[in-house]
């Protein structure tokens, strides 16, 4: 059932993360507390898990944005727009928070590339609380925000 409502896959999601999206908007996701795969960390890892020094977290404030939020805000548009189109297999509240975070990203990706002229905008989506709700690191993104070189 799961295949019936992912396929096509879009390019801009990794399909792991595609199917346990969809899985739990249409669905229920369970947690299961014992360990079921063995994660190996090692220099050629494609994707994954990263140790986070404080090198590493400063690194990810500081470094350029490039695409990362364009791409962010095409994944969630896509998201929105296919649980859309999967009517009532999708609850009313999950299609309107889909729609939010595609909203909020969208809004991240359109943030001017001068760092003085984001600060308003950056703080209004803050005082909302958009960033608690949506942002993947929560006040840590507002930092990036407003200090990630354009």
Do not use: M
């Not at 990362?68 to 969630?76: D, G, P, S, W, Y």
């Amino acid at each position: 059932e799961l295949l019936e409502v992912a396929r096509p896959f879009p390019p801009e999601w990794v399909h792991d993360e595609w199917l346990a999206a969809l899985a739990a908007a249409t669905g229920r996701v369970g947690v299961l507390r014992e360990a079921t795969i063995d994660y190996r960390l090692h220099g050629e890892n494609q994707i994954g898990v990263t140790r986070p020094t404080l090198r590493y977290k400063l690194g990810r404030v500081l470094q350029p944005r490039g695409d990362r939020n364009a791409l962010l805000a095409r994944r969630f548009a896509i998201l929105a727009e296919r649980l859309a189109a999967l009517g009532d297999r999708v609850a009313p509240d999950d299609l309107r928070l889909a729609r939010e975070k595609a909203a909020f990203e969208a809004e991240r990706a359109a943030l001017p590339p001068v760092r003085v002229r984001r600060v308003g905008r950056v703080l209004r989506l803050w005082r909302t609380g958009a960033y608690r709700r949506f942002a993947s690191r929560g006040t840590k993104d507002v930092l990036r925000d407003l200090f990630q070189p354009a």
